[in-house]
């Protein structure tokens, strides 16, 4: 079963935002079985709509749309929706009273605009939405259905997860579609590919494989598709044993853990806390670790010495060393760790210190160097990184790395 | 002048990574004059290639195509265009050398894939790659022009930034299209449409408008396509200027500006610091703060207190005040505040205390209710947000609100 996601919003072809909702539209959809041969981007035009959607129910059983549902005056898929369907959009006191109800508890008062809003196609099955006013609508013409839902994410997850993924569900028989990623870290693609060629030559032909990469962080995904689930489970988690033992020490976790996930479980399971002091990742450790829900739990707090001033008198380090050593040096980011874990009264610390750009590097300490350490109850380590010239991109591995650090620790 | 963007990539059509390259084209690609038809995702296939690039050159005289160049085997966009263009792939040492030299630098050793990167067609224009190894490749047919680039999003730019760019412009005579944006904070899409009804029902037809909703953020964009820059800009100018008077106080600052910068330029004005005393926020301010290049001249430093041990410690809020009012509560928030403003020695400090859910929340103080409060020399103010249940989001626009406060009380 194949699948196109539209995406209508002249505000994505100008660059001005980026299209989440394709890709967790396309995460969602591939997890029940559908594959997605295209997701395509138009313009708020009735032209560009109806032609777009013309090409994709010839192409596939299925089309997602997301935008131009919003009350506004350049929101007009509704309208061109209902006509491509000859449909006549009508009032619908059940939806009013919805987006009155939903109005009121956020003690917003309602306009002439959110009448509009109650308008649906008569040949539409409406798929309410609990978090915002527009409500999704599904079209079923010729044995193939059509979904449009609103642009907005929150709105857009909770239509699909409450009523859209059932429909699609209710109405096809779906094959059985299996992805598993592996979660890399501390290697190039170039460099693991040499290092896993005889694993990926030797791989059956049904199974596909792709490496994608990002900043500090390499997947390497292997898929397959098939009628029988446990037959296609079997055989690429075959494939996966193997490659386990090939490259053990690179691998981190598998699909959508996480490294602050998997520190998590670690931490609870240890019954043990962590604080960072951040100089150059300036909160982004800190961030991440906040980012988990229930988080509190492990995480007390943070300080982020930015400043030298700050590293000497919440983190305890001492003036001279900073003035002898500089600020990004073992000795300091060492301490550094030492000292938060003291101050902050837990049992692990994360410390970084480094250059990230644009400014501030030297001969001997270029933009990108950077130094992180790790305090536990009886040792400290320390590693020295040298990472690109992108501020954000260093910020970015230096957390990766030091989340590594700490999880290998933890072990 | 119309371009397509093509990515190629399994990984975006299952939802494992999202499109950001189309954004950042999309974006400078209208800087130029061009305006973006359609952006398509398709199948790392030879087929889906093949057909895609097949329309898109009827349709456009510009097609700038993603992904597939990388050196591993799931990559296939450079022999597939070869053949579509009728070239042949041949070794070329210029290309291999400047790989050589780029693995180099970065104390990597080459193998046998990066001499594959070397091979190109022989009726493409390369495009050098100066911060990776894959070229980009730029074939001409009918006075048309297909750009291909690597996947990886710094490789992609540069080779733009240094010569994509420069290409299309030397070979297409390009008209003038101009987007302005106002970024407004602190309204709902619903209730700002009614408040400007007046104003966009009398917009001039030949202006675009659009509604481009983020959490916490509204961005309103007009746009206009001529001949005659100055012509173009000043009639899009003069209705920017009534907006301006219609909405003052929801306006905070325009185009690619962002709060962290226009707080950056006030604080250094001003020659003032700026720390921060995060509680549910967890370090989101601090981050956001140091994104910003050259931050270490205005900030100095935070103190994330998840733990009311460290609210207590760190930042001097008495234990019987938390017992007596809870962590969030207008009284803990302000002595956050000023706690923090005193012992991290700065002008001004932001604090914050919430609860970003997905737990911890009770009758009378829900999920999403928060508490932010900004000390500055001779003054505390401190305001409520009743935000929604989503963790990410409600951290997002506490750091969003707090940074407009502290903008605000700069002024």
Same sequence: chains 1, 2.
């Avoid at 591939?30 to 295209?38: A, E, P």
């Avoid at 199974?207 to 296609?232: C, E, H, N």
């Avoid at 079997?234 to 520190?263: H, W």
């Avoid at 829900?293 to 930015?306: I, N, T």
């Amino acid at each position: 079963m194949n699948a196109h996601i539209i995406t209508i919003g002249d505000e994505i072809l100008i660059g001005q935002i980026n299209d989440t909702n394709s890709m967790w539209l396309a995460f969602e959809l591939v997890k029940l079985g559908i594959s997605i041969d295209t997701i395509i981007t138009i313009h708020d035009k009735k032209e560009d709509i109806i032609n777009t959607l013309t090409v994709s129910l010839k192409k596939v059983d299925i089309v997602i749309m997301t935008g131009g549902l919003g009350p506004t005056n350049d929101d007009i898929t509704k309208s061109t929706l209902a006509e491509y369907f000859n449909s006549k959009l009508s009032f619908s006191n059940d939806i009013y009273n919805n987006v009155l109800s939903f109005l009121k508890k956020r003690g917003v008062k309602t306009n002439d605009l959110n009448k509009l809003q109650a308008m649906v196609p008569d040949k539409a099955l409406v798929l309410p939405n609990m978090q915002g006013t527009a409500p999704g609508l599904l079209f079923e013409q010729n044995n193939k259905i059509c979904i449009s839902l609103p642009g907005v994410s929150s709105e857009m997850k909770g239509i699909m997860n409450e009523f859209g993924f059932n429909a699609i569900k209710s109405r096809f028989d779906l094959p059985f579609n299996f992805y598993h990623t592996t979660l890399i870290t501390g290697i190039g693609e170039s460099q693991l590919a040499e290092r896993i060629a005889d694993w990926e030559n030797t791989l059956p032909e049904e199974i596909s494989i792709a490496y994608l990469p990002t900043p500090g962080i390499l997947r390497l995904r292997l898929g397959m598709t098939g009628k029988d689930r446990i037959f296609v489970e079997n055989k690429v988690n075959a494939e996966i044993d193997k490659l386990k033992l090939l490259i053990p020490e690179l691998i981190f976790g598998e699909n959508e853990q996480t490294l602050e996930n998997i520190i998590s479980e670690l931490l609870i399971d240890k019954n043990a806390t962590v604080s960072t002091a951040e100089s150059c990742t300036g909160g982004s450790i800190a961030k991440t670790f906040t980012s988990v829900a229930g988080s509190s739990k492990w995480f007390s707090g943070s300080v982020v010495a930015y400043s030298n001033d700050i590293k000497n008198r919440f983190l305890n380090v001492p003036m001279t060393i900073i003035e002898e050593h500089g600020a990004v040096s073992q000795q300091v980011v060492e301490l550094m760790a030492m000292g938060g874990r003291k101050q902050l009264k837990t049992d692990y610390c994360i410390a970084t210190s480094g250059i990230a750009g644009p400014d501030g590097g030297t001969d001997d300490k270029p933009v990108g160097t950077v130094w992180i350490a790790i305090a536990g109850p009886d040792f400290v380590i320390a590693k020295c990184f040298k990472f690109g010239k992108e501020r954000e991109i260093n910020i970015k591995r230096t957390t990766i790395a030091s989340l590594n650090m700490l999880r290998k620790a933890l072990l």
